[in-house]
């Protein structure tokens, strides 16, 4: 049998995602079968059903902004609508003490001021400012996304961390992730 020596094997792959300790990694359309697969999943990862809820509803959350925010979407037959293109991951560090639930897709590079302000933001409230700005949010219909970045902060109780990496002169892959602690049973 012969070797292939340019890091593409099964094998390869199945290295970094135990030298990273990936539990999920999910790439292509978000699609409501897709988000209940990955919820199947993450029931079988967390100690307690506190953790259980946190990492759902933060995974629910970040699908949600794929869908609203990816440059590259497609029609899903399953949702009969347009829905978005990227990647979902779920983490853990080698002690098991923490998630880190993160997804990446395309933006158009004149969304990124607006997302990195949104972003920076949400991370420098309190939980009280938190509380009362989701509470507005549900006032403002038009600022709907906003909404689901809070539900993350608040649910995960942690910042979130992002990136924009560039892809071509119109487009940037977009990083979001966050911690999720683990809850002792």
């Known amino acids: 049998m012969s070797q292939q020596n340019n890091n593409d094997t099964p ?5 970094l995602v135990e030298e ?10 978000m699609t409501t079968d ?3 697969m ?10 307690s059903d506190i953790t259980r809820r946190r990492i759902f509803s933060v995974m629910v959350e970040l699908v949600q902004n794929i869908n609203l925010y990816s440059a590259e979407k497609d029609y899903s037959e399953s949702d009969k609508k347009m829905v ?12 098991k003490s923490a998630f880190t639930v993160g997804s990446g897709n395309t933006v158009k590079n004149e969304q990124i001021d607006y997302l990195k302000q949104k972003l920076d933001y949400i991370n420098q409230l309190d939980n009280e400012q938190l509380r009362g700005y989701f509470r507005q949010q549900l006032r403002t219909p038009e600022d709907q996304d906003s909404k689901g970045l809070v539900g993350i ?3 995960a109780k942690n910042p979130l961390r992002y990136e924009f990496l560039p892809t071509d002169n119109e487009h940037s892959f ?5 911690q999720i602690n683990q809850e002792k049973k």
């Open 38 to 47: 990955m919820g199947r999943n993450v029931k079988e990862q967390a100690e």
């Open 174 to 178: 977009f990083i979001l992730t966050v």
């Open 84 to 95: 978005g293109k990227g990647i979902v991951i779920i983490a853990t560090n080698h002690d």
């Open 34 to 36: 897709v988000l209940t």
């Open 11 to 15: 094998y390869d792959f199945y290295k």
């Open 20 to 29: 990273h300790h990936i539990l999920l990694a999910f790439q292509g359309m």
């Open 153 to 155: 902060i608040r649910k």
